[in-house]
């Protein structure tokens, strides 16, 4: 059975660190571009990262630049995303899949909340 377990998000002040994981059963990781993604409350999920298969390759969405960093670990079967210099606008539910994502891979996520 596939799943991606998403874990690491929480509750921190404007200007913190966060750094998330998804970790993957089966072969979704193998020869795949992995992404995170998020949804902030009333608005559509969105695409915030993404990496190649062999992690050599990554892209951003122009909000997160030179703040968020996406890596992979393929011997283990895990995405992390590291987020720095955190803003109240990445408030969200974050979730990894591939990419593009596929419907059925979508797991229950982890919250950020950046507030004061």
């Known amino acids: 059975q596939v799943q991606l377990v998403e874990s690491g998000g929480g509750l921190v002040q404007p200007g913190g660190s966060l750094r998330l994981s998804c970790a993957a059963s089966?072969?979704?990781?193998?020869?795949?571009?992995m992404g995170w993604y998020r949804q902030a409350p009333g608005k559509e999920r969105e695409l915030v990262a993404v990496?190649?298969?062999?992690?050599?390759?990554?892209n951003y969405v122009d909000s997160v630049k030179g703040r968020f960093t996406i890596s992979r670990d393929n011997a283990k079967n895990m995405v992390y995303l590291q987020m720095n210099s955190l803003e109240p606008e990445d408030t969200a539910v974050y979730y990894c899949?591939?990419?593009?994502?596929?419907?059925?891979?979508w797991g229950q996520g982890t919250q950020v909340t950046v507030s004061s």
């Open positions: 899949n591939k990419h593009p994502p596929r419907l059925a891979y």
């Open positions: 990496i190649s298969s062999g992690g050599g390759r990554t």
């Open positions: 089966g072969s979704i990781f193998s020869g795949n571009a």
